[in-house]
């Protein structure tokens, strides 16, 4: 069954940084797509940054372009995303998301999520 596990959230002070951590397991981890979301108190889930499957692509919201870095080990199964001069607005819940599409079909799964908070 597939697993992806967050790590390294924590409490930071505004301009301070992170580093988040997700490890999969029970998938093809070098044949996925990874991505971060994050869900604020009382917010929808958002798109934060994304990664191909080679890591020769990436994508960033807007929000967090110039800051945030994603990504990936394929020989140890995980995905990071690098957090620099964190604001407040960063506080949320950060979860990781694997997708692929094969055949036709959509796999997607997600992680439980990894709580940020920045302090001003």
């Known amino acids: 069954q597939v697993q992806l596990v967050e790590s390294g959230g924590g409490l930071v002070q505004a301009g301070g940084s992170l580093r988040l951590s997700c490890a999969a397991s029970g998938l093809t981890f070098s044949t996925y797509g990874m991505g971060w979301f994050r869900q604020a108190p009382g917010k929808v889930r958002e798109f934060v940054t994304a990664?191909?499957?080679?890591?020769?692509?990436?994508y960033y919201a807007d929000s967090v372009k110039g800051r945030f870095t994603i990504s990936r080990e394929n020989a140890k199964n995980t995905v990071y995303l690098q957090m620099n001069s964190l604001k407040p607005e960063d506080t949320a819940v950060y979860y990781c998301?694997?997708?692929?599409?094969?055949?036709?079909?959509?796999?997607?799964?997600w992680g439980q999520g990894t709580q940020v908070t920045v302090s001003s």
């Open positions: 998301n694997a997708r692929r599409t094969f055949r036709g079909r959509e796999y997607d799964y």
């Open positions: 990664i191909s499957w080679s890591g020769g692509s990436t």
